[in-house]
Nanobody, 115 residues
Framework: QVQLVESGGGLVQPGGSVRLSCAAS????????MRWYRQAPGKERELVAH???????RYADSVKGRFTISRDNAKNMVYLQMDSLKFEDTAVYYC?????????WGKGTLVTVSS
């Protein structure tokens, strides 16, 4: 069974930065698109960014220019660098992989943007 474990969340001030990490195991990591989602309190889960097997990236309009997704296939890791954070970025952030027609999720990591 695919396992995804997020880390790196915490409390950060507006305008600050944080880097999230996701460790993936039990899959041929380099063969799959990896995604970051987030879910803010009282809201539905939304796609934040994805990275293809060849490193192509795409972002939600709300984070474009502030967030950067990257991957290290040698380490089975995917990252989300979050800069210029805003109050509305407060959410639980989830790593996702769609493998053999099944969606796999980590347990999430909470990012709180507060002064």
């Amino acid at each position: 069974q695919v396992q995804l474990v997020e880390s790196g969340g915490g409390l950060v001030q507006p305008g600050g930065s944080v880097r999230l990490s996701c460790a993936a195991s039990r899959l041929t990591f380099s063969s799959y698109v990896m995604r970051w989602y987030r879910q803010a309190p009282g809201k539905e889960r939304e796609l934040v960014a994805h990275i293809t097997t060849t490193g192509g990236t795409r972002y939600a309009d709300s984070v474009k220019g502030r967030f950067t997704i990257s991957r290290d296939n040698a380490k089975n890791m995917v990252y989300l660098q979050m800069d210029s954070l805003k109050f509305e970025d407060t959410a639980v952030y989830y790593c996702n992989a769609f493998v053999n027609w099944v969606d796999y999720w980590g347990k999430g990591t909470l990012v709180t943007v507060s002064s």
